[in-house]
């Protein structure tokens, strides 16, 4: 049902699977994009059309017992982002964790998890569910003026309490992070790396750990204590690893410098303090990069950027972060429109794979919409009076040109000889394509 241009793109991940499972997965991936209601397996086979004509045990079987790795899945899909990258650059990723809510008793590795959508700083809310630590590759789109992070591997996180009841280790997030990191490395070690992430990801396991070809950038901290390099050792003993003891970001006292900028895609001024030290607790004995900045649209206090490139810019620190948010967009679109909170998994097994098929999806009807919207210059967008500036698809829009495609094609052929009047179609495809 789905178009031949978006078919090609899951070849690439036929030497992940058995040959009975990949046929499982193109059906399931077929579902997933046309399902426009709850997106269970049962829910995606209907959508994919297969209720009575196959076994729904073996799409069951798919996620809970099939031979196959999410991680082997999420490569094969970081090689066909990577693509999208200019050659010869840095590529840019985001991580950050996010939050599946559940109900249910039976719901497997499901713990009580702070929720960010619902708390604020004087006041946390918990809600049961799983936590997902979430790497996805930044692609830019300068004819948009957009960018989109797309998730490729994807980390489970249980609370201690979980652990411990399946006598499991306690892993940490920034430690599930780190893992993400080394599996990167030692499958792209020809690449450069720049990992952008949020302040709960600036720390020692994952600054310290991080692998030779990539760079750590994003919050810091405006008490975080500082020091100057080491000094060179003279005579014997043990060597030091940091030198005196410098001012935290807050008590600086350098002179403001101003910036004229783009700050989410809009010009912006702010005033910027730039500085080099070793942040022992988080870099060990190496020099981090200190962007302290003032008038920050959106933000009322002071805050500062930290970076393990020593030799970027405040402009291109300020900028680059601004980056990490198109992964909280992600995070919007899959919850919304693929149904990231949907499956009700009672096995470990079915857990890790099921979630992950909503951010992958998200990736290809992306990376597809891209690649088929190269040679035209007017694209299928949803204008309506009230949003006449629209000049950029959103995901939505992408979503809904692929379905739409698919319907057509699947019409087309039930209807065989007769003539389809397209234009008696349309409202049915727009409603189904944006469900």
Known sequence: MLPESFGTFLLVFESCFTTPSYQRFLTLMTGWVLCTGKHTVTGVMRAAGVVGTREHSGYHRFFNGAAWSPDQVGIALMRLALKAVPKGTRANLTIDDTLGRHT?????????????????????????????????VVIEFPRWNKVFSLPVLMRLYRTAKVNKAMKLPHVKRTELAAETLALVFKEFPQWKFLLIGDNAYINNSVVRSRPDNFHIMGRGRMDAALYATAPKQRGKGRPRVKGKRVASPKNRRTQWKTLKLLIYGRPATVQVRVFKAVWYKVSYNKQMLFVVVRNWPGHKKEDVLACTDLDMTAQEVIQLYCQRWSLEETFGWVKSRLGFEDPQNRTERAVQRTAPMAMWTYSLVILWYVNWSKRRTRLPLRLAPWYRTKKAPSFADMLATLRCQSWTLWISDQAGGDRLDQKKLEPLLDAVGYA
């Open 104 to 136: 249910g008793k039976h719901i497997s590795s499901a713990g009580m998890h702070r929720d960010p959508l619902l708390s604020c700083a004087g006041k946390p809310f918990w809600h049961f569910g799983h936590n997902w630590v979430v790497l996805a």
